[in-house]
């Protein structure tokens, strides 16, 4: 019995001097909310802030810190960020909001540059027009 008494000591002892504090043992990680990830249109690749992402709907797991962000993407929508708070505040945590809806926008189409146009031909000169009346005067009216 002594033996095992003196392996347990040994094993804690080695343990404080892994590198760190001894109170480490005692910090509790906080615990992992499930958000719900959803997109107007769906099939947008959704990221948070904190490392996970999916394509939507999809849920992810993250830890309950108060503040992270969802940046959604499609290809010819623009990009949207939307903020999500974790209130931790007596019991389990509460993502607000959940679900969180990316609502994407169209991208615009790049102008397209206007082509200018070739100019016009010169007018063609008056010779090809018809032939001028005849210089005489005549008592008879002209022809129609």
């Not at 959704?46 to 394509?55: F, N, Q, R």
């Not at 993407?73 to 999500?84: G, K, Q």
């Not at 019991?91 to 926008?105: I, T």
């Amino acid at each position: 019995m002594r033996n095992i008494v003196v392996v347990v000591v040994a094993g804690l002892a080695l343990a404080s001097c892994s590198g760190g504090s001894s109170f480490d043992l005692f910090k509790t990680t906080p615990p992992n909310v499930t958000v719900q990830l959803e997109s107007v249109p769906p099939g947008a690749d959704a990221v948070t802030s904190l490392g996970p992402g999916c394509k939507t709907p999809c849920s992810v797991s993250v830890p309950s810190t108060p503040n992270f962000t969802v940046t959604y993407s499609l290809a010819r929508f623009e990009p949207t960020t939307v903020e999500v708070q974790v209130l931790t505040g007596g019991g389990e945590p509460v993502v607000n909001p959940n679900p969180v809806v990316g609502e994407l926008v169209p991208a615009q189409p790049p102008k397209k540059a206007k082509k200018k146009s070739a100019p016009k031909a010169a007018a063609k000169p008056a010779a090809a027009a018809a032939p001028p009346p005849p210089a005489t005067s005549s008592p008879f009216p002209p022809p129609r």
